[in-house]
């Protein structure tokens, strides 16, 4: 088990930057694939971007490419979303969450933070 808290979401103007980061407990992060998942209201949990292992792979939704970027700090236990060029379709609450193996699919990732809100205002 592990266990996945995220941090950094808050109330940004369109175009603003933020920056979101997950930390995790446990010995056995590196061996985790990562994503980042985000949820609207009223509307499906989607993929938002996932790293491999040793960050060596990564990939993006259509929506958020070259806008966002995802990294993971495998020593300090802890994934980031940089998020740039921000935009109100933005909006949602975000969620980190780690998978046995590369996957984008949601169905995937068996462990799951308690979300953090992102907010961008018109």
């Known amino acids: 088990q592990v266990h996945l808290v995220e941090s950094g979401g808050g109330l940004v103007q369109a175009g603003g930057s933020l920056r979101l980061s997950c930390a995790a407990s446990g010995r056995t992060f590196s061996s985790y694939v990562m994503g980042w998942f985000r949820q609207a209201p009223g509307k499906e949990r989607e993929f938002v971007a996932s790293?491999?292992?040793?960050?060596?792979?990564?990939d993006y939704a259509d929506s958020v490419k070259g806008r966002f970027t995802i990294s993971r700090d495998n020593a300090k236990n802890t994934v980031y979303l940089q998020m740039s060029s921000l935009k109100p379709e933005d909006t949602a609450v975000h969620y980190c969450?780690?998978?046995?193996?590369?996957?984008?699919?949601?169905?995937?990732?068996?462990?799951w933070g308690q979300g953090t809100q992102v907010t961008v205002s018109s």
């Open positions: 969450a780690a998978a046995d193996q590369y996957t984008i699919a949601p169905t995937a990732y068996h462990y």
């Open positions: 790293i491999s292992r040793a960050g060596l792979r990564t």
